[in-house]
Each structure stands twice: as structure tokens, then as C-alpha cells.
């Protein structure tokens, strides 16, 4: 959910449900990375309640254009991190001579 300014496009926040601080910091830290962010910070309401709350400011963009660019940057970082990993997993594997399900008793 947005909580933004009819007047100015550049200042909102964002309600996020069901999240805490792990996709909130890296949303924000994805956030920090756009030149167009003057500020972005997050916030969690109350710890025993799932939302967390997103501000963005911008140098004149629509803040809700850079959050979702942002999001998209953050799902490439992933995606990377995944193939990376699974890359390093075949390659000790290979190395080790073991095969998928090589469990040992």
C-alpha cells in the first residue's frame, strides 16, 4: 500500500505486509544505490505486528517508479547470488567425486 503526496510524487511511503527486516534492508539498501534517492529509510510499526513501512524521497522522480526499479535491481542481485551459489555447489561436487544423493551413514 502507498501512502504518497497528490501535490508531489517524489515523497511516499510504502506499506509492505507479511515482511520484516530482512527484505526491508535489503529493499533500502537497493534503495541507497539509486542516485535518484535523496533519502530512504524503513520502519516496523510494532514488533509483533508483519508490516514494514518504506519512505522514499527522491531528486523529482515518481517514488513509486524507483522503488519498483529498485526491486528489480534487488532480483537481479539475487538471481546472481542463487546461480553463483549453485554454480560453487557443482564445482565442489564435481571436485569431491560426489554425486546428488550421496548420503553417508
Known amino acids: 500500500m502507498e501512502h504518497g503526496s497528490f501535490e508531489d510524487p517524489s515523497k511516499a ?3 509492505f505486509t507479511d515482511e520484516d527486516h530482512t527484505l526491508a534492508n535489503a529493499v533500502r539498501f537497493t534503495l541507497n544505490q539509486d542516485p535518484r534517492v535523496t533519502f530512504c529509510g524503513y520502519s516496523i510499526p510494532h514488533p509483533s ?3 514494514v513501512n518504506i ?3 527522491t531528486t523529482g522522480d515518481p517514488a513509486r517508479e524507483v522503488l519498483n526499479d529498485s526491486c528489480q535491481d534487488l532480483m537481479l542481485i539475487c538471481q546472481h ?3 553463483t551459489f549453485d554454480q560453487a555447489i557443482s564445482k565442489f561436487k564435481a571436485e569431491k567425486g560426489l554425486s546428488p544423493m550421496d548420503i553417508k551413514k
Open 13 to 15: 511511503t510504502f506499506s
Open 49 to 51: 505486528d508483519a508490516r
Open 55 to 57: 519512505r522514499v524521497q
Open 81 to 83: 547470488v542463487r546461480g
